[in-house]
């Protein structure tokens, strides 16, 4: 598959893509940035030969945040073509894994986008937060929803409220991050945890997020006899589920193949 973005470098490992923002000088997230992740994401989901995506920033910064260069237009009226929620929900409910390798700061928009992906592993130099409130206006994409849920509304609203940041400890011991590596390991980690990913059962994988994301919408009887059950009428006739049960009695690694 070919890659050729302005905004995005993109490289290919096996079934692993790494997408690196790419709009310096803060990796802003931009009308071209979120069309080339559009269009990556569209290009990779019905992809068999890619399993996992791994997103990440070039340079110092995982991403500042919104293009503040682009505010102008918006508060001219101007609707942009691309709307990051929209993107962001497409990330959130992506059938594939992706994790976020955040290898600098990850304000406003940049954390937003890493709370949509699905793991997150951190630099130890990093902060992160949602200093909307600094400018005037609140979290827009999804931060005022998602990051609560994920580190509790007490602390998500210290952030929001005063603008702090949040360094990548601290981010970790509140549920944020799977982990939090030194700065030049950041890649590295989330690449091998890519590998692994990737031979493991992606329809397993696809069935496993979906469960856990709708679940937390609803009580937890009917996210097991609704959500989770659907899920294991989803699989039980699989091909990877026959793979993955004679692998077992085999006593070999199994070779999963999305069917």
């Not at 490992?13 to 931009?30: F, K, L, Q, R, S």
């Not at 929209?86 to 059938?95: D, R």
């Not at 950041?186 to 469960?211: H, S, W």
Request: net charge neutral.
């Amino acid at each position: 598959m070919e890659f050729n973005y302005e905004k995005l470098i993109v490289e290919q490992d096996g079934m692993v893509i790494t997408a690196a923002i790419n709009h310096p000088p803060a990796n802003a997230m931009g009308q071209g940035v979120l069309r080339d992740l559009n269009d990556l994401l569209d290009k990779c989901e019905h992809d068999d030969g890619v399993r996992v995506i791994i997103i990440t920033g070039s340079g110092r910064f995982f991403s500042a945040g919104a293009d503040i260069t682009e505010f102008a237009e918006l508060q001219a009226g101007k609707v942009p073509k691309y709307d990051g929620n929209e993107i962001y929900f497409k990330i959130e409910n992506y059938p594939k894994v992706i994790i976020a390798a955040i290898n600098g700061g990850a304000y406003g928009g940049g954390l937003e986008l890493a709370c949509c992906c699905h793991l997150r592993i951190m630099s130890e130099a990093a902060t992160c937060g949602l200093p909307e409130v600094k400018l005037g206006l609140n979290p827009g994409w999804g931060g005022t929803q998602r990051l609560p849920r994920l580190i509790g509304p007490t602390k998500a609203l210290e952030l929001m409220l005063t603008g702090d940041f949040m360094s990548a400890q601290e981010a970790y011991n509140r549920g944020l991050l799977n982990k939090v590596v030194p700065a030049d390991k950041v890649l590295e980690e989330a690449k091998a945890l890519a590998k692994r990913l990737a031979d493991g059962a992606p329809l397993a994988q696809r069935e496993i997020m979906r469960a856990v994301r709708l679940g937390l919408e609803t009580n937890i009887r009917a996210g097991v006899l609704g959500i989770e059950r659907a899920a294991s009428k989803a699989l039980q006739f699989s091909e990877d589920f026959k793979e993955g049960s004679r692998a077992f009695l085999e006593k070999r690694k199994p070779v999963f193949k999305g069917r």
